[in-house]
């Protein structure tokens, strides 16, 4: 890990602030301590490359680095708002057949006694610190916590979620929500309590799998309460438009005072309903202040597995959530596991998947897309002192290209990933061409094809 405090970085991007400058920003010890507009392309006389630098050696006598970042693009570190990192990675021990939610859920229930705590601490930091090379800097991640096989399957789950969460602590930021099983009146309910009494830091669930959603949904809400913990559901995952438990937790965030603490995920059925009906629910759900979560990856894969043609693919109204003003993120949700077989961790990737689902392909849907996966998410996540803003921490990612239109054309590979005080990822030099005549080719094509967004286009 390579650990260099003291730098500025001139000629940045900053596209979620102001596309319109280049900046030159400063940070010490960790800390942004100014965010500067500059003339265009500014030069410093001590400033080198990203390529060029080497934090070991510095640049020069000054224990300042001066870096130039050449115009590419600085995002603050990505924040994915919905994982399972303790099922990740699991698809070798665990099969889906059908592709079904129903099967995946049934199948890794059957498994999950089976697994170690160690061998869930390891899918845990494995998938984590692969989001981290990424950019990804804070993860709320979902929990199994399968009751219905003993108490201590259960607990098992959240003591290695626990254990990774402190070993992780230096590099990434974790949140751990422990899923409610459905139907769990009738099981060890105490069991519940322990886990936030162990230091998890809210609670979850998936009451539309209920067959008593209505009064999960309410206990739910008791134990929040009681613990003083966000709440974040699992809410209406499928095709169909009558599953409609997003009414009893609209109701009862308004009744109990928990606006502003109560996220919601997938919300499938939206995208099956009329828009009558959807457009009421997306009125009631702004009402109450929920925030929301897309998980368009795997919605794609699950969903409408059980029509024929014409196929419903399950995405819910990203674009009309967002319009009512409502907080909505886009996140990774499950890696190569029963439940989503792909994935690997990179928030840029599912934003564009949630790109071609939603039909958000216009320059102002490309820069709302990077606000679902670095702000917007980043309020789901109540994180405080995110923004690139001076007395804010520094966790950022710098992206290989120069305009949001390149980003998700290109999808960069080259990441440089700055995460709790240090340099987590330097990104290797760009591959040098060794045949010189195709070398200038490249670069003679590369000078009259650019990604820099035009005027006519805007809007």
Not at 52 to 79: A, M, Y
Not at 182 to 204: C, H, P, Q, R, T
Not at 251 to 269: F, I, N, P
Request: aromatic share 8%; proline share 4%.
């Amino acid at each position: 890990m390579a650990s260099n405090m003291n730098m500025d970085l001139v000629n940045v991007r900053l596209p979620v602030e102001d596309e319109g400058h280049l900046f030159r920003l400063s940070i010490r010890e960790g800390i942004w301590t100014q965010i500067q507009k500059q003339e265009a392309n500014a030069a410093h006389s001590n400033a080198v490359s990203l390529e060029q630098w080497n934090p070991q050696l510095g640049t020069g006598q000054s224990s300042v680095s001066f870096i130039d970042l050449e115009g590419k693009i600085l995002l603050p570190g990505f924040v994915d708002a919905h994982m399972h990192l303790d099922k990740s990675f699991s698809l070798t021990s665990v099969e889906n057949r059908s592709g079904t939610l129903e099967e995946a859920v049934r199948n890794y229930s059957s498994a999950s006694p089976s697994f170690t705590k160690n061998e869930i601490k390891s899918r845990i930091m494995r998938s984590a610190l692969q989001a981290l090379s990424f950019g990804t800097t804070h993860i709320r991640t979902h929990l199994d916590f399968n009751l219905r096989s003993s108490r201590e399957v259960a607990l098992r789950t959240i003591e290695a979620a626990l254990e990774a969460k402190e070993a992780l602590a230096p590099y990434i930021s974790l949140q751990l929500f422990p899923m409610c099983p459905y139907n769990f009146m009738s099981l060890d309910v105490d069991a519940v309590e322990e886990a936030l009494k162990m230091g998890v830091d809210g609670i979850g669930g998936a009451p539309h799998l209920s067959l008593t959603p209505k009064e999960d949904i309410d206990y739910i809400f008791k134990l929040a309460e009681k613990y003083d913990v966000p709440i974040d559901l699992h809410c209406d995952e499928t095709d169909n438009p009558a599953m409609r438990t997003i009414d009893h937790i609209t109701l009862r965030t308004k009744s109990e005072g928990y606006s502003g603490r109560v996220t919601v995920d997938h919300l499938c059925a939206l995208a099956s309903m009329t828009d009558q009906d959807a457009h009421g629910i997306i009125e009631r759900m702004a009402d109450a202040r929920l925030k929301a979560v897309s998980l368009p990856a795997a919605n794609l894969y699950l969903q409408g597995r059980h029509d024929s043609f014409p196929v419903r693919r399950g995405v819910t109204r990203l674009k009309e959530i967002w319009e009512a003003g409502i907080p909505i993120a886009v996140a990774s949700d499950n890696i190569h596991d029963p439940f989503h077989p792909f994935g690997r961790g990179d928030l840029l990737q599912i934003a564009l998947i949630g790109s071609y689902a939603a039909h958000m392909g216009r320059p102002d849907d490309l820069r709302t897309l990077l606000r679902m996966i670095t702000d917007v998410p980043a309020k789901v996540l109540g994180l405080t002192s995110y923004e690139v803003k001076a007395g804010n921490m520094a966790n950022f990612v710098i992206l290989d290209g120069s305009t949001p239109e390149e980003l998700f054309t290109m999808l960069p590979e080259r990441r440089w990933v700055y995460s709790q005080g240090s340099f987590v990822r330097m990104a290797a030099k760009k591959t040098e061409w060794q045949d010189k005549a195709l070398a200038h080719f490249w670069q003679e094509v590369s000078e009259n094809v650019s990604f820099h967004n035009h005027e006519f286009a805007k809007g």
